[in-house]
Each structure stands twice: as structure tokens, then as C-alpha cells.
């Protein structure tokens, strides 16, 4: 069976502070991999997607991750943060069957 | 891109009464649909595997009999909450995946309806 686990539940930053957030799954096969953003109210939105090649992935609004196999992880980083980027960030895998299956969620703080 | 739609966006019900909530591929087939719940504050749960053609495929712990699934046609599932309670209020989102990229470096992207947020008075 696939899992994920997101182990930052609540991250508090200042504006301009850098940002990774962890995530780490469990699959023994091939994986494709994904972040998500839920900003407050708002429906998800795919930030970055890994299905093969690269394992930089560069998404939209300046965020990226990197797949390292040997970890099992897919961490999201952003160098420097805004006051818009507060919201809720999903880390999903899909694995050996179509539906993907979704981290617990971090939320995201930014001060201004 | 592609775009999944969902009807109604959201809905107030009293208790006992069945609500039917719909989830369309907007420009493309979609032979599998995924829908998932979503209580406040936690992240989202696959609830069920939409196919056409055939039965939906229920994750543990859903009541089938409850949450009815139907797959009418490759653009269309629709999801029917019988005899709600207020312990169903949720968010309910579906999902359709849809190949993108090339034969050899593609997969398949899970496009994500915007939600329909289910309250049970």
C-alpha cells in the first residue's frame, strides 16, 4: 500500500525566509509525485508534478522539489517566501492504483 | 488544460434528505473518477473509485449504500449522499486523471473538480 507522511503540520515563517517542507512516502515501486496548494477557501491546485527524468522539479510561483529515491522523499522548497503563499500544502503519491493518496497537510504561516 | 466541474458548489440540507452531487470532465473522457472527502482542517480522503461501465470500487470504512456512485457516461459521475447526517458535512471532491506529456516521460495528472462543500442541519 502507498502512504505519505508530512511531518511539519503547522510552519510559522517571516516573509522572505526560506521555505522546504518534508515530505516522505512509502511505495516499493515506480511513483509519480505531487504537490498541492489549498489556498484559504479556494480549491487545490497543482504546484509541481514528478513522474520521471529531472528529479528538480521547478513548478509555478517560484516553487520546487526534488525526488530523492533513496530517501523515499519529495521535498517542496521556496528560497524565499510571501505573505501570499499562506495557506495549506498537500504532498500526494500515486503509486500502484490511479487514485493518489494524500499527505496530512501542512499549513503555512507567512508573516508579513 | 483540462477541467473538471462540479454541481452544486455548494449545498444546505436537512437531515434524512439525499443529496446528489455531480462531477463532469469538461474536454476529456475520463473512464475513472475518484472521489474524495475533505473535513475541516484535514486533508482528503479517497472515498471511491468512480468507472464507467461498471460498479464503483468503495475504500474501507465507506458505506456504498450510503454514498451511491454512478459513472453515467465518460464525462459524467455523480455522487448521491442518501439520508444525509450532519456527520456527512464535508467538502466532497472529485477527481478524473488525464495523460499529459509524451509516451515515454507522461503520466497521468489528477485534475480536480473545485469542491462541493455539504452541510447537513
Known amino acids: 500500500a502507498q502512504s505519505v507522511s508530512q511531518h511539519n503540520h503547522h510552519v510559522i515563517l517571516s516573509e522572505a525566509a526560506s521555505l522546504e517542507l518534508g515530505c516522505n512516502y512509502s511505495?516499493?515501486?515506480?511513483?509519480?509525485l505531487f504537490w498541492y496548494v489549498q489556498y484559504p477557501g479556494q480549491h487545490l491546485q497543482l504546484l509541481l508534478k514528478?513522474?520521471?527524468?529531472?528529479?528538480l522539479v521547478k513548478g509555478i510561483k517560484g516553487f520546487e522539489a526534488e525526488f530523492i529515491k533513496s530517501k523515499f522523499s519529495f521535498n517542496l522548497r521556496k528560497p524565499s517566501v510571501q505573505w501570499s503563499d499562506t495557506a495549506e500544502y498537500f504532498c500526494a503519491v500515486k503509486g500502484g492504483r490511479r487514485a493518489l493518496t494524500f499527505g496530512s497537510g501542512t499549513r503555512l504561516q507567512v508573516q508579513p | 488544460g483540462a477541467v473538471v466541474s462540479q454541481h452544486p458548489s455548494w449545498v444546505i440540507c436537512k437531515s434524512g434528505t439525499s443529496v446528489k452531487i455531480e462531477c463532469r470532465s469538461l474536454d476529456f473522457q475520463a473512464t475513472t473518477m475518484f472521489w474524495y472527502r475533505q473535513f475541516p482542517k484535514q486533508s482528503l480522503m479517497l472515498m471511491a473509485t468512480s468507472n464507467e461501465g461498471s460498479k464503483a470500487t468503495y475504500e474501507q470504512g465507506v458505506e456504498k449504500d450510503k454514498f451511491l456512485i454512478n459513472h453515467a457516461s465518460l464525462t459524467l459521475s455523480t455522487l448521491t449522499v442518501t439520508s444525509a447526517h450532519p456527520e456527512d458535512s464535508s467538502f466532497y471532491i472529485c477527481s478524473a486523471p488525464h495523460r499529459v506529456g509524451g509516451l515515454l516521460a507522461g503520466g497521468n495528472e489528477q485534475y480536480f473538480g473545485p469542491g462541493t462543500r455539504l452541510t447537513v442541519t
Open positions: 511505495y516499493g515501486g515506480t511513483v509519480n
Open positions: 514528478y513522474f520521471s527524468g529531472d528529479p
